[in-house]
C-alpha cells in the first residue's frame, strides 16, 4: 500500500517549456488535490477532483490543466512554464470531499518544480 | 472565501518546554480544523485534528483548543523534544469542505 505517489521527483523547466506532474493513490479515494507550497504562504489548492469525472479550480489554477484519468490517477500540467511557477507541487487524495473529520487529506512527497 | 493566520512564523523553544502556535479563521461556517507537520523535505502529515463541536482534544504531548466564538484554534505541543522540530500548519474547512491552510510556523526546539 503506497499511499499516494507522485512522479517526477524533481524537474527543471525552461520558461514556456511544457510537462505533466504525475499522481496515483491506491487508496481508493474518490477526491484528489494538487497543492503549491510557497515559503511563507503555507500550501495553496491549485485543482480538485471532487470524484472521478469531475475537475474544479482552487485557489490558484491560471497557468495549469488537470486530469482526472480515472479514479486512481489525477495529472497537473504546466503549458507554458513560467518562472512564478517555481515551486513544490503535492498531490493529496481523501476518501470523500476533503476537508473533514472522517476524510482527512493524505499527501504525496511532492515534485521539486524550477523554471528558469 | 475562508482566511487562516498563523502565528508566529518561527518558534524557537528549549527542549522540554512547551510551545503553542495560534490560528485564526475568518468564516463562521467552517467546522473541521486539522493540524500538519511537515519535516524537511517531507510531506505533510497529520498530527491532530478537532471538529468544530468539540473545545479541546488530546494526544499524548499534543492538544488543540477552539474557541468557536473567537474564531481561533490553538496548537500545544508539551514537553518538546528534539523530534518536534518541524514546520507545523493549521488549516480550516471551508462550507465545500476544502481546507485553507495557514502559512506555517517553524518550530526549532534546542538541546
Known amino acids: 500500500n503506497a499511499g499516494v505517489t507522485q512522479t517526477p521527483k524533481f524537474q527543471v523547466l525552461k520558461t514556456g517549456q511544457s510537462m505533466t506532474l504525475q499522481c496515483a493513490q491506491d487508496m481508493n479515494h474518490n477526491s484528489m488535490y494538487w497543492y503549491r507550497q510557497d515559503p511563507g504562504m503555507g500550501l495553496r489548492l491549485i485543482y480538485y477532483s471532487a470524484s472521478e469525472g469531475t475537475t474544479d479550480k482552487g485557489e490558484v489554477p491560471n497557468g495549469y490543466n488537470v486530469s482526472r484519468l480515472n479514479k486512481r490517477e489525477f495529472s497537473l500540467r504546466l503549458e507554458s512554464a513560467a518562472p512564478s511557477q517555481t515551486s513544490v507541487y503535492f498531490c493529496?487524495?481523501?476518501?470523500?470531499?476533503?476537508?473533514?473529520?472522517?476524510?482527512?487529506?493524505?499527501f504525496g512527497n511532492g515534485t521539486r518544480l524550477t523554471v528558469t | 472565501g475562508e482566511n487562516v493566520e498563523q502565528h508566529p512564523s518561527t518558534l524557537s523553544v528549549q527542549e522540554g518546554d512547551s510551545a503553542v502556535i495560534k490560528c485564526t479563521y475568518s468564516d463562521s461556517a467552517s467546522n473541521y480544523f486539522p493540524w500538519y507537520k511537515q519535516e524537511l523535505g517531507k510531506r505533510p502529515q497529520l498530527i491532530i485534528d478537532i471538529r468544530s463541536n468539540v473545545g479541546e482534544k488530546k494526544d499524548q504531548r499534543i492538544a488543540v483548543t477552539l474557541n468557536k466564538t473567537a474564531k481561533h484554534f490553538s496548537l500545544h505541543i508539551t514537553e518538546t523534544q528534539p523530534e518536534d522540530s518541524a514546520v507545523y500548519f493549521c488549516a480550516a474547512s471551508d462550507s465545500w469542505g476544502k481546507l485553507q491552510f495557514g502559512a506555517g510556523t517553524q518550530v526549532v526546539v534546542t538541546p
Open positions: 493529496a487524495s481523501s476518501k470523500d470531499r476533503g476537508g473533514t473529520y472522517n476524510s482527512p487529506l493524505h
